[in-house]
């Protein structure tokens, strides 16, 4: 079977295994300890990672287990900086507050992009994190598994960031905005719409297959007051450009299993590390406008409906949207021009 590219992906994630792929497993290295609930702790992997719990941040005292998930397979792509890591607990429940983690990272000389988690609806970048040349760290809120992000040369990843607050706020928003940063679902990002994964590779395990995208984005916006007699009171008008490219990351156990061949006859796949590499580019366009309304509490996008979440701050605008429900929503960042 030839695979069918190009890809498109919504999320960035990784698809759960049916079947076991045939290949050597790694052997995850693991430390676990008690933590005391009021005195707080740390538990460190013989390679420097380190996660540090301050007191407080648990609900009781809980056994904690970090473990250095892999290595190898997907995990050795150029778009990733270092092994996987998780952090759990023996109940999953007992986390209260934040938590520090500290992983190393495969080249001392590369500065990773992002600290990734992984969610329910893939990786996402922690909002919290500090990068460094060879490590990266984060404080996180939940339970997860890590791995430092980097970007391939020339390119650069789609900002999306999870444990964002926002509130409503006010501000002089007529005028011209660029983008600088986005926070949000793939596809809110580019309004692309598509599977969000292919079915050929549910018998791969984790590790074995990876499908996201690394994109950038310039747009502009401009608010202004309607003319005189207008049924609407605001009139916006946009232009954006979006390119980037589909990411496919295949082991051969993976393409084996699902009988499939690498398919380095297109100009975007090559063996990379030993595995399959599909960077498969892509470019959006769009240019238009329409109408804001004046509602309580602020400006609405359609006559009578709630106030849209617009938010300035000095020079910076925020536009909030939920996108798909709680723990999917979209946050558009522009400065003024």
């Known amino acids: 079977?030839?695979?069918?590219?190009?890809?498109?992906?919504?999320?960035?994630?990784?698809?759960?295994?049916?079947?076991?792929?045939?290949?050597?497993?790694?052997?995850?290295?693991?430390?676990?300890?008690?933590?005391?609930?009021?005195?707080?702790?740390?538990?460190?992997?013989?390679?420097?990672?380190?996660?540090?719990?301050?007191?407080?941040?648990?609900?009781?005292?809980?056994?904690?287990?970090?473990?250095?998930?892999?290595?190898?397979?997907?995990?050795?792509?150029?778009?990733?900086?270092?092994?996987?890591?998780?952090?759990s607990s023996a109940d999953g429940e007992s986390l209260t507050g934040r938590y520090g983690l500290t992983i190393p990272?495969?080249?001392?000389?590369?500065?990773?992009?992002?600290?990734?988690?992984?969610?329910?609806?893939g990786w996402r970048c922690q909002a919290q994190a500090e990068t460094a040349s060879g490590s990266g760290a984060t404080s996180a809120s939940r339970f997860s598994t890590f791995v430092l992000h980097t970007r391939v040369p020339e390119t650069a990843p789609m900002a999306l960031v999870t444990d964002l607050d926002f509130g409503l706020c006010e501000g002089d928003l007529f005028g011209e905005w660029e983008f600088v940063f986005y926070a949000g679902p793939e596809a809110a990002f580019t309004r692309r719409t598509s599977p969000i994964r292919n079915p050929e590779f549910d018998v791969c395990e984790p590790f074995a297959y990876y499908a996201g995208i690394v994109?950038?984005?310039?747009?502009?916006?401009?608010?202004?007051?309607?003319?005189?007699?207008?049924?609407?009171?605001v009139e916006l008008y946009y232009q954006e450009w979006i390119e980037g490219y589909d990411l496919n990351l295949w082991t051969d156990a993976c393409l084996a299993t699902?009988?499939?061949?690498?398919?380095?006859?297109?100009?975007?796949?090559?063996?990379?590390?030993?595995?399959?590499?599909?960077?498969?580019?892509?470019?959006?366009?769009?240019?238009?406008?329409?109408?804001?309304?004046?509602?309580?509490?602020?400006?609405s996008y359609s006559e009578g409906g709630p106030a849209a979440h617009l938010c300035v701050i000095g020079d910076f605008l925020f536009d909030h949207m939920l996108w798909a429900g709680p723990g999917s929503d979209a946050i558009w960042v522009y400065r003024r021009k």
Do not use: N
């Not at 759960?16 to 538990?43: D, N, Q």
């Not at 990272?105 to 329910?120: I, K, L, Y």
């Not at 994109?215 to 007051?225: C, D, L």
């Open 105 to 121: 990272g495969r080249d001392p000389a590369v500065v990773p992009t992002c600290v990734f988690s992984m969610t329910d609806e």
């Open 258 to 299: 699902a009988g499939a061949e690498c398919p380095l006859g297109t100009p975007w796949c090559a063996r990379e590390h030993g595995l399959c590499v599909c960077r498969t580019p892509f470019e959006m366009t769009a240019d238009g406008g329409t109408y804001l309304y004046a509602v309580e509490g602020g400006y």
């Open 1 to 87: 079977m030839k695979l069918r590219l190009p890809f498109v992906v919504v999320l960035a994630l990784f698809i759960a295994c049916e079947s076991p792929v045939r290949e050597a497993p790694e052997h995850p290295v693991s430390v676990s300890a008690v933590i005391v609930a009021a005195e707080g702790g740390t538990l460190t992997l013989p390679d420097g990672a380190q996660v540090a719990f301050p007191p407080g941040a648990l609900a009781r005292d809980t056994e904690i287990t970090f473990t250095r998930v892999a290595c190898g397979r997907t995990l050795l792509a150029a778009e990733f900086a270092s092994c996987a890591y998780e952090v």
């Open 215 to 233: 994109a950038t984005k310039t747009e502009t916006r401009t608010f202004a007051p309607a003319a005189p007699g207008s049924d609407w009171d």
